[in-house]
Nanobody
Framework: VQLVESGGCSVQAGGSLRLSCAAS????????MGWFRQAPGKEREGVTS???????SYADSVKDRFTISRDNAKNTVYLEMNSLKSEDTALYYC???????????????????WGQGTQVTVS
């Protein structure tokens, strides 16, 4: 399984970005997908996830600003980020464990497959 993130760039505070995560595996049965981020000197943290039924979870820090969505026909998961803040600056990763649901969605150890990350810088 290969996951490839894209869409990261530098943006001013208050701006918006949309990240994409393209999966190499055919998603005939949608898997739980998660977005994580890691800032320099900090631990990787869960940002959001979407399970096989489309149920979503969000970290409190991004709730009402970020939206996760998926296009199964394109094997792609998106992260729409609005009202960006400087503290959103990080390397953003998508991940999956090829299971319908991940109970501990925000725990990196629950996921076995990771992309290489895409950098988001908010200034």
């Amino acid at each position: 399984v290969q996951l490839v993130e894209s869409g990261g760039c530098s943006v001013q505070a208050g701006g918006s970005l949309r990240l994409s995560c393209a999966a190499s595996v055919y998603i005939s049965s949608p898997y739980c997908m998660g977005w994580f981020r890691q800032a320099p000197g900090k631990e990787r943290e869960g940002v959001t996830s979407i399970d096989s039924d489309g149920h979503t979870s969000y970290a409190d820090s991004v709730k009402d600003r970020f939206t996760i969505s998926r296009d199964n026909a394109k094997n792609t998961v998106y992260l729409e980020m609005n009202s960006l803040k400087s503290e959103d600056t990080a390397l953003y990763y998508c991940a999956t464990d090829l299971t319908p649901v991940v109970v501990g969605w925000s725990t990196p150890l629950e996921y076995n497959y990771w992309g290489q990350g895409t950098q988001v810088t908010v200034s």
